[in-house]
């Protein structure tokens, strides 16, 4: 294991440090003081293990395919964007965006996120035990995300496909998004997950799917129509 | 004519009426605006006679080789001349066309650009130099492509529809398109219009440090903007870190858009050349920062004048399609029962029934385009408007495309002259000042 004291390096220097350790060795990493900077922890994709011992700014653990990260702390916007493949666990809150564009992977997040958790989601899970804000799911296309608490309003706008499982209230659907309920089997599943993960609570999770009544225009021009 | 030659009720106007009544939407076509604007056709370069020589036309050296992004990217994108090839996604264009592009930017020198969906790995082999969007929609984004970009461009806007998204019908989202971009085949495609991770210029200088980040600070980061509010999108995009600005005017091109969009928003692109330079220049990074046009970029002369008034580099889009047969009646097609236009007039890219196999995926329309054959059509073209540029270039008595500048140009109209802030022909005024 390799231990690297944040407050003794510039972002530029530890990122690449981190790159080095990891493409050399392959060792874990322990990053000590990250003082909730930016771009912590980018641009990794392949396997390792970090952990992050404090709290965290912009972007960390973004652009990831393979990492397992640990953050003990909060995160600021976007946490694990664009997330490949690989496990994410922040122990506290997560600011807006967290899980942007993901497209696999598995993302925790031990307490509340921001707005927009889980925007343009192309895959893999995002799971928070607490509430997540407005617009969560926005134009989400694949993949789950699963909510213990409440979720703000517009929640699932415009969402393609995917499912969010949300354990408390919702203040307002957004566009296009409709309430569905889980089988039984997929409540035992999500059940299991949250215990997996420490949380001994069994919410009754609702669904939040596409009504996919956006999925096309209505009409078509009459020379389109010929064509199309 | 049911009204005569009504200024404000012209055929086409009780027509657009008519189809939006049937329809109840907005319109939809590709190609790029109808609304006449001064464009380069508005200027023209003082060559040389007895205040200056000239240098050879046909045969004494000129550089056309430029370098953009050095201000932060170990490797800038050097290319052997000031165009390349700009961002069309796979999905809006054929496989074939992606592929054909990107060989002939490898075969003069020059670079070409991913799109709204990902890079397509032909496109990938094919290019030599390979510019990595990052759009809003994130449809296919992998940083394992991005690690082998030689430029990375931030797309917030496009100059055929700033504000908003990309669009992609249904018929085009065919099940490798959509595995591609994550979508449900066969869905009528509408990209967001917001990055999800970040909204204002503070985050983007964030966003841009997480991208060099990414990339180890090797390659340039490039913002492309919708040519809007210029001078102070320029000065934001630059003091968030941008190595380079794409401005994409009014007049720049796609493959679908609402007709109200390309009709109804942003500046041509000879004013926002200027406004760009002049921001650029406002905040001491004018040359640092590269800058870089788009729109209506038709032949070597719109590239010289677009150099004179301050751009480093040119990106063509539609013109590189025409060049790889677009509108063009080749054997295999006939557009007036395929397309129900006649070539030349065919503005239809977003039906997917493209003629030429350019704007497609059907797999039978695609096969009327061979990668090979298109590339060399595409890179005889680009090699064309070098010739013409440096040919333009030496008549002005300039042996580097980069010694271009605002004094080598006078307007032809008074718009031009304001828009361009270069003098009237005959006159010493510029209009505007």
Redesign the interface.
Known sequence: MVSLDASEFT??EL??RI?EIVDDAGSDIVISSPSAR??LV??I?KECKIAIEGSV???AA????GPEISIEGNAG??LG??L?SGKIALSRNAGA?VG??M?GGEMFIGGNAGA?AG??M??GTLLVAGDSGFLTG??M??GRIIVCGDIGDAAGDSM??GTIYVGGDVGTLGADAKFDEPTEDELIELWAELEAHGINKRPKFRKIVSQKKL??????????R??? | MVMGNNQIWASWTVDDIH?KA????Y?IRGISTHQRVTHFDDLTFLSTGLTRFPLEGYKEQCNTRVELGGLNATNPLVLDTPIYITGMSWGALSANAKTALGKAASMVGTASCTGDGGMLPAEREASDKLIYQVLP??YG????H??TAEAIEIVVGQGAKPGTGGML???KVLDEVAES????P???QRS?ARH???LGPD?LA??I??LR?????AVPIHVKLGACRVADDVKLAAKAGADAIVIDSMVAGTGASAEILLDHSGIPTVPAIVLAREALREIGLYRKVSLIASGGIRNGADVAKALALGADACAIGVAALIALNCNRDIPESNFEEE??MPAGSCN?CH???CPVGIATQDPELVKRLDPDEGADRVANFLNSMTMELALLTRSLGKGDVRSLEPEDLAALTIEASAMAQVPLVGTNKVFGM
């Not at chain 2, 984004?141 to 394992?144: T, W």
């Not at chain 2, 971009?181 to 449900?184: E, G, K, T």
């Open positions: 972002t530029r990122n690449k790159k930016h771009n980018v641009g994709q700014g912009y972007y973004s652009q990831l395919d916007w976007a964007e664009n490949m965006s942007a564009s497209r927009r925007i343009s192309k895959g926005f134009m296309q694949k393609y496909e999925y096309h225009y209505d009409t078509l021009e009459r020379l389109e010929t064509l199309i | 189809s049937d329809l109840g939407r319109r929609s994130r984004l992998n940083p394992n991005m690690a019908m249904g018929v971009r994550d979508l449900p066969g869905i009528d967001p999800p991770d970040w985050d964030i966003k440090e997480q980040e990414a990339t180890d600070w397309i129900g239809r039906t997917g029934r």
